[in-house]
């Protein structure tokens, strides 16, 4: 995708021309999924794309009518991958389907026929683009080489030069410097934290791919509240990536073989729960049975560990507080993440989580239910589209801040 808005006018008519229509016979999208749909409309305000540009191939239901068309024998056309790939997967139309759509699982399958059946349609920027994010990002031992790179780049100064040049030559490099963490200081979790106090349970942790390599705090952090709250926390060190974000682009044989290889590498922890602190990785890692349900190997296996896989504040939420809170006097706002809100459905857990702080008072943000425009890669491949929508989330906050809250106010 470029910056530009897509040419939605684009015809479902002159696309593959090997005869054979939008889909092959691996997992196409599911026709009684597709037939759900009754076209209501409720989709649409959820949907952010729809409400970037108004138009209906940039709707759920919109994208639901290209697929059942490709079902019918339309072939993969350049107008059905554009439409796809500018969905940013945020799965609000999901939540908001009176009928139960679950075109989570539509657009997946999808992804995966685009990827094997439609990549052509791409430019070849697009391509090489995808490569490089998929050789680098789910692999923490290469983005590791890359951040000595990065952490010198930042403490040079050179971004006050660099980036107006960035933001003429590529949007995509531009929104890659501009949104790169400073590089802090590297915290390994040991392979056991042991509970602080009674154990109440044992559970194991996913590091991630970019989680571990450049947020590494983040990992340390839910460790450490982990075993306040009596948790032995078990980390596999041969742990890699879920497989979430080559899954969630339908790179399905990638994601496959990141699934297994996670699976084998809790395999013997021994542990009650796998715990997820990265939405969009909690997401996937809660669906590998359905995922896996072809491979007679790892089917069961894959079953059980989505069984035990919980998001943080599910397990927090759970076992109830122990650890001593201490006073933080502050308003905060609580922006739910997209695949936890909408794919997971939870919810409620980490607002209760909140409120167990004494002082901190917990606001809904106006529209906190739409899409900040990052959606794991997305604002890689579609910078201009991720801008906008993150743009617009940032105003909102801001006004809804300067115009509600007098006490001390953080957007979390």
Not at 213 to 240: I, K, M, S, Y
Request: glycine share 8%.
């Amino acid at each position: 995708m470029t910056d530009e808005k897509p040419d939605l006018l684009g015809s479902l008519n002159g696309g593959s021309s090997d005869g054979q229509g939008a889909f092959d016979a691996h997992h196409p999208p599911a026709r009684e999924l597709v037939d759900d749909c009754v076209h209501c409309g409720f989709c649409l305000p959820a949907c952010p794309t729809y409400s970037l540009w108004g138009e209906e191939m940039d709707s759920p239901r919109g994208r639901i009518y290209l697929m059942k068309e490709g079902l019918e024998g339309e072939p993969m056309t350049p107008s059905l991958v554009q439409h796809v790939d500018a969905c940013l997967g945020c799965m609000a139309c999901v939540t908001a389907c009176p009928s139960g759509v679950r075109y989570d699982r539509l657009v997946e399958a999808t992804r995966q026929q685009v990827e094997r059946r439609g990549a052509e349609h791409r430019t070849w920027g697009q391509r090489v683009l995808r490569s490089a994010v998929f050789a680098l990002f789910p692999r923490p031992e290469r983005l590791r080489r890359v951040l000595p790179l990065l952490a010198l780049y930042q403490r040079s100064g050179l971004s006050r030069l660099v980036r107006p040049v960035l933001e003429r030559v590529s949007p995509t490099l531009a929104t890659m410097e501009a949104i790169a963490p400073p590089v802090a200081r590297r915290e390994t979790v040991p392979a056991l934290v042991p509970a602080v106090g009674e154990r109440r349970a044992t559970v194991g942790l996913l590091l991630g791919c970019v989680q571990r390599e450049l947020f590494p705090g983040v990992n340390a952090a839910t460790a450490r509240v982990l075993a306040a709250e009596g948790c032995d926390v078990v980390v596999p060190p041969e742990q890699g990536c879920c497989g979430a974000l080559s899954v969630h682009a339908g790179r399905e044989a990638e994601g496959l073989e990141y699934a297994r290889a996670l699976i084998d590498a809790f395999s013997d922890a021994g542990v009650e729960r796998i715990v997820a602190n990265s939405a969009g990785c909690g997401s996937t890692m809660k669906e590998y049975a359905d995922l896996l349900a072809d491979d007679p190997a790892y089917a069961g296996r894959a079953a059980r560990f989505a069984e035990r896989t919980r998001d943080v504040s599910e397990v927090l939420a759970e076992l109830g507080p122990v650890a001593t809170r201490h006073a933080l006097p502050l308003t905060v706002a609580y922006h739910d993440a997209c695949h936890l809100r909408h794919a997971q459905g939870v919810r409620a857990q980490p607002r209760a989580v909140l409120t167990t702080i004494p002082g901190l008072v917990v606001k809904e943000i106006a529209d906190g239910d739409m899409c900040c425009g990052s959606a794991g890669v997305y604002n890689l491949t579609n910078p201009g589209p991720a801008r906008e929508l993150g743009t617009a989330r940032r105003r909102t906050w801001r006004r809804r801040t300067r115009s509600c809250w007098s006490r001390p106010t953080r957007v979390a």
